[in-house]
């Protein structure tokens, strides 16, 4: 029985979140620069990708460049925009033939101009696509994401459009930029155990799962090991076992 045989189709998670990590010790550990592992990066993307959506995975959301990656040394922050210009054109047809629309969070109008035009093309290209909506968090922090979404709440407040007292994690909720389910499952790469900054409010009750598999390495194989992991956790949403049929 292969890997692939060993998933349960009826118990798959509706999202999966990806911290995509470890390009640049990847590109180290062969003595090559950092950014020949972003390039090998994309190869993982298009797999991971694909394998979702052939799957029934119906989000995947892949944390591809966070606000503290500002951070990062000019020569691969320019390396970076550039190379997600490239993938984003690159890997539109494929995204056609999975019939995967693209869609992305973040503060993307603070992106370099060249890749916020690739990425709404890309966006705008896809958009009748609907086996998986892929969303890239680009430019996103969640701290960020989150207090964004207080000043729209407190806004609506101001013009009466929400009763404060009103306000639950459920209304508040609706103001954040994702408009996607919750992530049941979480992967990060690369055998870093934090959460750097991605959806801290969407991951609440999402199953964590760490593997040591650099991003550049990362394959089908390895997305579904993450699955069957996910699918023998037990879920108790603070309930005790007995209670969970
Ligand atoms: C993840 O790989 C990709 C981005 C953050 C853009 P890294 O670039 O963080 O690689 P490591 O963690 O330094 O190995
Ligand atoms: C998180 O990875 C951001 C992305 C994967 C885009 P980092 O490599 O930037 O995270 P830290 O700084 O090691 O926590
Ligand atoms: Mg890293």
Not at 74 to 101: H, P
Not at 105 to 119: E, R, S, V
Not at 130 to 147: G, K
């Amino acid at each position: 029985m292969s890997l692939k045989e060993h998933i349960d189709l009826q118990r798959l998670p509706q999202h999966v979140a990806i911290i995509m990590d470890g390009n640049g010790r990847w590109a180290k550990k062969q003595g090559r620069p950092r950014i020949f592992g972003h390039r090998n990066g994309v190869k993982a993307v298009r797999e991971v990708s694909e394998a979702a959506a052939e799957l029934g995975v119906e989000y995947l959301t892949l944390y591809a460049f966070s606000t503290e990656n500002w951070n990062r040394p000019q020569l691969e922050i320019t390396a970076l925009m550039a190379l997600l210009v490239e993938t984003i054109r690159k890997e539109v047809s494929t995204l056609m033939d999975n019939n995967i629309r693209l869609s992305a969070i973040g503060d993307l109008q603070q992106l370099p101009g060249k890749t916020y035009a690739a990425l709404q093309e890309g966006i705008d290209i896809t958009k009748e696509n609907d086996r998986m909506t892929l969303t890239l968090a680009l430019n996103y922090s969640s701290r960020w994401e989150i207090v964004e979404a207080a000043k729209e709440a407190a806004r609506a407040a101001q013009l009466g459009k929400i009763k404060m007292d009103d306000l639950d994690a459920a209304t508040f909720a609706e103001f954040l930029a994702t408009s996607t389910p919750d992530p049941e499952l979480l992967i990060r790469t690369s055998g870093e155990h934090r959460i750097s900054n991605f959806l801290l409010w969407q991951i609440a009750y999402a199953e964590l799962y760490f593997t040591p598999v650099f991003w550049p390495e990362f394959r089908k194989k390895h997305f579904y090991e993450a699955i069957i992991d996910y699918q023998h956790r037990e879920r108790r949403f603070g309930k005790i076992s007995e209670q969970i049929v």
